[in-house]
């Protein structure tokens, strides 16, 4: 959290604390809004759309206030909505599924692969809001990942392990860190294992305090395992709802993919030159463990 430049260290003290305070209490599943780099729509049990954020049209050719209160069977297939409707009760330990849907619009049907969560009383559908290039998907990440995933088997030693592991995820997603950050008793953490490139400073060894992830947050990396943000400035899309009674803000977002960030942490993830993040939760006997944080930076960071 950066400070005026005319603080005080009194002020400054001041001003940290009531950030955390903040912090501490922003109900963080309840944001309001997604990332752009994906597209929501929440769909009561008989699959009308009741939630929909601002940019769907760039994916079914009509504004997003003309999609609330349609049935989304009018825009994929029979077999997409049977695929759907398959998959509720994945339960905390798999709270959402990628499928790929066929969504159809004025011209021809679009391909998207969609995360898919159910999170009573509504289904969230967030479709990606361009199509990836896969075509050399096999070749730059599956072969590699198999590999050693093989050798990491008989890995014993956790030292090893964990930072082989760290190495594994840089290959496979090219950024430029990752981390492996292991949490104590009191929830303060520490860097257990690195991987990064040469342009990057270490963190391996450091140790953060417990509100650096407070305790709501905590929560969510319980239910929800993975969590990106594709680009820490990027502006985020308002997700609007159909009724004035059921305002955006009060759609639970616990387990969705494309979740806008607090405007905290993504202050906080700028402070270190963070330019992009994945979050990957490791749990034990059903508590989070460690996290794994694959980063981009900015330049010289």
């Avoid at 769909?43 to 049209?57: G, K, M, P, Q, T």
């Amino acid at each position: 959290m950066s400070m005026p430049p005319d603080c005080s260290n009194t002020e400054q003290d001041t001003v940290l604390q009531q950030a955390l305070q903040h912090c501490e209490r922003e109900p963080i599943h309840w944001a309001g809004s997604i990332q752009p780099n994906g597209i929501l729509l929440a769909l009561d049990e008989n699959l009308v759309i009741r939630y929909c954020s601002e940019n769907a049209d760039s994916i079914f050719s009509r504004p997003w206030h003309e999609l609330l209160g349609e049935t989304f069977t009018a825009f994929v297939s029979e077999s997409d909505i049977e695929q759907i409707q398959s998959l509720k009760g994945l339960g905390d330990w798999r709270s959402s599924a990628v499928v790929q849907l066929a969504v159809k619009n004025s011209d021809c049907p679009v391909i998207r692969d969609a995360a898919i969560s159910f999170n009573a009383p509504y289904w969230l559908i967030e479709l990606e809001a361009t199509a990836p290039d896969q075509s050399e998907l096999f070749r730059q990440m599956f072969v590699p990942t198999r590999d050693l995933l093989w050798q990491l088997d008989a890995e014993q030693n956790l030292k090893h392990y964990t930072h082989k592991v760290a190495e594994l995820v840089r290959l496979t997603t090219g950024y430029d860190r990752v981390m492996m950050y292991q949490f104590d008793s009191n929830w303060d953490g520490e860097v257990i294992a690195e991987s990064r490139s040469e342009l990057t400073r270490s963190y391996l060894g450091n140790r953060f305090p417990a509100s650096d992830i407070p305790a709501q947050a905590r929560a969510l990396y319980t239910r929800n395992l993975t969590r990106l943000i594709a680009d820490v400035n990027a502006p985020s899309s308002q997700v609007q709802a159909e009724s004035e009674n059921a305002p955006s803000a009060r759609l639970d977002l616990t387990y969705s993919a494309y979740r806008s960030l607090s405007p905290v942490h993504l202050e906080y993830l700028r402070n270190m030159g963070v330019t992009a993040t994945l979050t990957i939760s490791l749990i034990q006997n059903g508590k989070l463990w460690e996290c794994c944080h694959v980063i981009i930076t900015a330049p010289n960071a």
